[in-house]
């Protein structure tokens, strides 16, 4: 976060036209903050320091835990400040009072990064939805029960084993027990339903499953169904008022968008009344990730702290003063990957002439598919070039269409490889 | 849109904490509105007595066109009002002059609805990623174009076929020039653009290429590549500090997420430098996804106008006075349909007495499979069920795991089929 706060300081300075700046930290480490060539005299043994220090506009509560970090966050809400935390057991667990003093208080508190780090679930929400009736909220929340899950399937190893792999990869914590019990998805879940539907409710009210106790056995089943297991936390808003919660493995189409969330990644759809099914996937968790989200949070309310109209950073995210002409690169000089396919008569030696008019401009040849003959007796020969400048490209397809044995105009399209 | 404004009311009230009130509404045909049900005294046939108008906070710009919705706009913003429009072409050709606008006149302008309609992409690019350095976007954003390819790969039909069956059924316009020669994607990668990097930019200068001259064999010949053919708006910021932007048909993964997005559906991958991509899908255009977007910009400012921290909504999107407990539907009442693998001896049978203890309770059978015998001589049947309540479904597992012939606990999971 610090990094983040580092690197793009000039950045977030334009975009909110405040400067942040490190008042005060706590922690119990000073030295390994001297080391991160942070001010130490900055830094604060105990976090009710900053809570309660005067110059102090917002605090940024990244402790975890429940108790401490309770308390450090109802003084700072209590002493005026406003507060982004990452601290997802501290809002499942203590979510209604927090809420309640920072309404009472008419402080902001920010939480983005508390469910799904990389995701921004909560902005979806709290506000691109608002206008929506959600119906239904259906998530694969926890990272560590994808992976372990997603190789159980693409591998056929036991859940021990991956679970084992997970930790040495460091995606599995040390003790793994409130991801694989499902308790991590199902805190998550409650935070989601209250944003969601505004309710109150108690995350231990929810009917949790893990995948602890899933026998490799099932995985090879659901492939015959062609199904696959994710560990889901789903919501739905019933017809008389009521929600039904749930989290534990479920199996879900393996084509499905759903089904196709491989790895330590997250995803949420959420259906609602007008909008029809959206899906958000990405990173669930990680230090940068998780960061992002907190940057985000603490550049929401530093605009709505500085801004009388509350969008100080203009239309756009960045103020218009500072908005610029863009330089753009001409067609010529993007680079991509290409598919061509070219039509010739059946002669012999095209390929060897076109692939020597891609060579002498330094484009390189990925793949070759040469096809049967055609109508009207031509050969259509589709070549994949690597990454190669666009003008390159165009005078190459020009030489080749120059060819006496071309029948047809080159067909050229970009290829995109790099998609998740 | 009045739809959505009429239908939750309350809901939005409650949401905003103030009550928003149509105070007048500008049409050429005020007969139609008169059928609707609203009040034909406020209407006015001129939309500039709306932009002057002293009691109105926050104009919405619905009309259409470039140069009248312009006129409007800008005379609203100088009028002191808020402005929340739809018009993509309009901010495509005139987005400088009205976020100036809306900048020295310290107006609010939401476009959520403008690009994407479904999809809160605007707010994801302005808020939520404003602490993240993009690195490049690659979307779907034409949802005419993504159903006539769509087709085309399906059913190998040519384009003109699909084209005409995508009118016929309204996906297409009848004139669809500009979503078929991809200047629509154009105008929202501009626009998308703007947002990602803070700069000013022509869509005119985007090298845009559409599908209309796209020939079919090239849908079985990227098939043949493991590809498929999408739209793609592409924009990367290069290290030199200059963006490549382009719009045309390429190739994709056939199993990547993006080549994944079927029918009238929209997609946006996000990357920046912290976060990892992002993908985000869901309906792209259609009356109701484009109202959804509007409402939202409409509560976001009612918000921020009402609020003196910016946040009246409290924390949640929700007042907290306002928000009660969840009514709980308890485990054994959620409905769901279930995967069963029941582990009995090798005797027959046991297929028939666990079908009748499923059926004494009510619950039907969608699918069976009986499976070779497993370690020890036991024989696994995997039973999917219809949808039934849990708490039935407990009873019978339980009677079925009571049978002689039974040997291990039945396993039960949960089966989630409706997910796009």
């Known amino acids: 976060m610090l990094h983040i706060l580092g690197a793009h300081a000039r950045e977030l300075e334009r975009r909110t036209g405040t400067r942040l700046e490190l008042t005060g930290f706590a922690s119990r480490t000073p030295a390994r903050w001297s080391e991160l060539g942070l001010d130490a005299t900055k830094c604060s043994a105990d976090p009710m320091d900053l809570a309660r220090h005067p110059n102090v506009d917002i605090l940024i509560e990244v402790m975890g835990g429940v108790e401490t970090a309770r308390n450090v966050v109802l003084e700072a809400l209590a002493s005026g400040k406003d507060v982004v935390t990452a601290n997802k057991a501290l809002l499942a667990e203590k979510g209604d009072e927090i809420f309640k003093a920072s309404a009472e208080n008419g402080r902001m508190i920010g939480f983005e990064a508390s469910v799904c780090g990389g995701l921004p679930i909560i902005h979806l929400l709290k506000r691109s939805l608002a206008a929506e009736r959600i119906q239904r909220i259906v998530a694969i929340v926890n990272g560590t029960c994808n992976y372990i899950l997603t190789h159980m399937i693409a591998d056929r190893r036991p859940f021990d084993e991956v679970l084992k792999e997970a930790q040495s990869l460091g995606y599995a914590e040390a003790d793994p027990t409130l991801d694989i019990n499902g308790g991590d998805s199902a805190h998550k879940l409650a935070l989601l339903s209250m944003l969601g539907w505004g309710v109150r409710l108690d995350h231990a009210a929810i009917p949790t499953a893990g995948i602890e106790a899933l026998p490799l056995v099932e995985v090879a089943y659901a492939a015959e169904l062609k199904m696959v297991i994710k560990l889901l936390a789903c919501a739905r808003m019933e017809d008389d008022g009521r929600l039904a919660l749930s989290v534990g493995p479920a199996l879900v189409p393996a084509g499905s968008v759903i089904g196709q969330v491989h790895g330590a990644v997250n995803a949420v759809l959420v259906d609602g009344d007008h909008v029809g099914p959206i899906v958000m996937s990405g990173a669930g968790a990680g230090q940068m990730p998780t960061a992002n989200a907190v940057v985000a949070d603490l550049l929401d309310i530093a605009r709505l702290r500085a801004a009388e109209t509350g969008d100080a950073a203009g239309p756009t995210g960045f103020p218009e003063s500072s908005r610029g002409q863009a330089t753009l690169v001409p067609r010529e000089e993007q680079v991509a990957a290409n598919y061509l396919r070219i039509t010739a008569m059946d002669v012999p030696g095209i390929l060897a002439e076109a692939a020597g008019a891609l060579a002498e401009r330094g484009i390189s040849i990925a793949q070759v598919h040469q096809h049967g003959r055609g109508m009207g007796g031509s050969v259509p020969v589709v070549i994949l ?36």
Chains 1, 2 share one sequence.
Request: net charge negative; glycine share 2%; hydrophobic share 40%.
């Open 385 to 420: 070039t690597h990454e190669a400048k666009q003008g390159d490209l165009d005078q190459a397809v020009r030489a080749i269409d120059a060819m006496p044995k071309i029948k047809d105009k080159t067909v050229v399209m970009r290829v995109v490889e790099e998609v998740p």
